[in-house]
């Protein structure tokens, strides 16, 4: 049997999100896409129970997290998507959603210009595989999701950023997925500690690419959160952040 696990390649951290996304994506535009791994990953509980922390190891997301802030959320006052960014940042003709989309897609994915027109992946959050064959049913069951929803990020410390740090948390790669359009608006704005992805293979990778995002652009954690994540992180504990290189 196989589990949907999912491999992300590290992202090389430091470059505004644009410039990442138009020498990556243009580059390696599979760079993200799913690896199915059988159900003795290196990262299932079982594998790691054994597994002995360096505590100066600092790409583990489980040492990582200890160095977040914890504070509680501050007010929703002032939030507006478009105090993030206003459309998808346009790259080499192609837009970021398009670029997102291919990316996961992978190998698998027929283009009709920028857009993905067939294709299958393993959708990550319920962990089914999909296939689809028109751009009418990527756009009715697909949403780009942020890993850090924007309103949470908002009332954690991204209202404090410059309108230019904002603009590169929200079309950064490392703060997108596509993602099941029902699953998606389940999550809405909610952090680890009131939704995590059904598709529990998943949630390994899921918290720790909340913990690199939440680290790169200096966001806080609450409690809860902080809580949360820990519980599915001491499952994996070889679990690494991703784009702080």
């Not at 029902?182 to 500690?193: E, F, I, L, T, V």
Request: hydrophobic content about 35%; glycine content about 6%; overall charge positive.
């Amino acid at each position: 049997m196989k589990s949907g696990r999912y491999r992300m390649r590290r992202i090389i951290g430091g470059l505004s999100a644009l410039t990442l996304v138009a020498a990556w994506l243009l580059l390696n535009p599979a760079s993200y896409q799913s690896e199915p791994l059988s159900a003795s990953s290196e990262n299932s509980p079982e594998n790691n129970s054994s597994v002995e922390i360096n505590p100066s190891d600092q790409t583990l997301a489980i040492n990582v997290l200890e160095t977040l802030e914890i504070k509680g959320r501050a007010p929703k006052t002032g939030y507006k998507r478009t105090e993030f960014y206003k459309t998808w940042p346009n790259i080499d003709g192609c837009n970021l959603r398009q670029r997102i989309i291919k990316r996961e897609v992978g190998d698998s994915a027929k283009l009709d210009g920028c857009d993905v027109v067939a294709g299958t992946f393993v959708e990550p959050y319920t962990g089914e595989t999909r296939t689809y064959n028109s751009k009418a049913e990527f756009s009715k069951n697909i949403q780009i999701d942020h890993i850090v929803a924007l309103s949470d990020a908002w009332q954690k410390g991204a209202q404090n950023l410059s309108s230019e740090r904002r603009y590169e948390l929200a079309t950064d790669p490392l703060n997108l997925v596509a993602a099941d359009s029902s699953a998606n608006q389940q999550k809405s704005d909610g952090d680890a500690a009131t939704w995590l992805p059904k598709n529990k293979a998943f949630r390994c990778q899921y918290v720790a690419r909340q913990v690199s995002v939440k680290k790169k652009y200096a966001l806080w954690v609450s409690q809860a959160e902080h809580d949360a994540i820990k519980d599915i992180l001491n499952t994996c504990p070889s679990e690494k952040v991703v784009g702080l290189e």
